[in-house]
């Protein structure tokens, strides 16, 4: 019973690497999210896919790109990485409007 | 004022003790209320899903909505040492532009043997 599930775990990057992170989900749900989590701020939405086909930016989204690749899985890309993208990225997917979201164990990103 | 207000703590209390978590919000748009557990190096697990005013038992947790003082609870009961954890309030609305769903910033809780 995987839920969702992220790769990698953990990485460490230097300043202007590119990375992508990966999230696939398992319980046929339409919605899928891209949050991070960073102390003293919560949780703040990157961006998200309300079904597949379709992207749009949440409240942080500079920096980011999306790509919700099938129903299954949705990548969040980092073109350029800064410091200030250190931080714990989640995942999280939902079957629709009125339902709560389900989180993946997350993404430990630092960049050095 | 921001959205949603969640009293980071840190909350310590000893075992068996009855513990008390509380959000306030301001929009009165919201419907749907929910708490989420977050053990650390842990992904949020969903506890609690409600979207009415009154109170939802599920074995020593009880959440509670009051809509009219925007208001909502979560009790945990006869608290162990394996409920040391994050609490996060959420809640969400749907409107013609989608859902909105907006989180606490989390309260830390202890519980010591």
């Known amino acids: 019973n995987a839920g969702v599930t992220q790769t990698p775990k953990f990485q460490v990057l230097k300043t202007g690497q590119s990375m992508t992170l990966q999230c696939a989900q398992d319980?046929?749900?339409?919605?899928m999210y891209w949050y991070r989590q960073d102390p003293g701020m919560g949780l703040r939405l990157i961006y998200y896919?309300?079904?597949?086909?379709?992207?749009d930016k949440g409240e942080v989204p500079n920096g980011y790109n999306v790509s919700r690749l099938n129903k299954r899985e949705f990548s969040l890309r980092l073109e350029s990485a800064a410091p200030s993208q250190t931080s714990v990225y989640f995942c999280?997917?939902?079957?629709?409007?009125?339902?709560?979201?389900?989180f993946g164990d997350g993404t430990r990103l630092s960049i050095l | 004022q921001k959205e949603v207000e969640q009293d980071p703590g840190p909350l310590s209390v000893p075992e068996g003790a009855i513990v008390s978590l509380n959000c306030t919000y301001s929009n009165s748009a919201f419907q749907y209320f929910m708490w989420y557990r977050q053990y650390s190096r842990k992904g949020p697990e969903l506890l609690m899903y409600?979207?009415?005013?009154g109170n939802k038992e599920d074995g020593r947790f009880t959440a509670q909505v009051d809509k009219s003082s925007k208001y909502i609870s979560l009790f945990i009961r006869d608290s162990q040492p394996s409920d040391s954890a994050t609490y996060l309030c959420?809640?969400?609305?749907?409107?013609?532009?989608?859902?909105?769903?907006?989180f606490g910033k989390g309260t830390t809780l202890s519980v010591s043997s």
């Open positions: 896919s309300a079904s597949e086909g379709t992207t």
């Open positions: 319980m046929n749900h339409n919605s």
């Open positions: 409600t979207y009415s005013s």
């Open positions: 999280a997917s939902k079957q629709q409007s009125n339902q709560p979201q389900h």
């Open positions: 959420a809640m969400s609305y749907v409107n013609q532009a989608g859902t909105a769903l907006i």
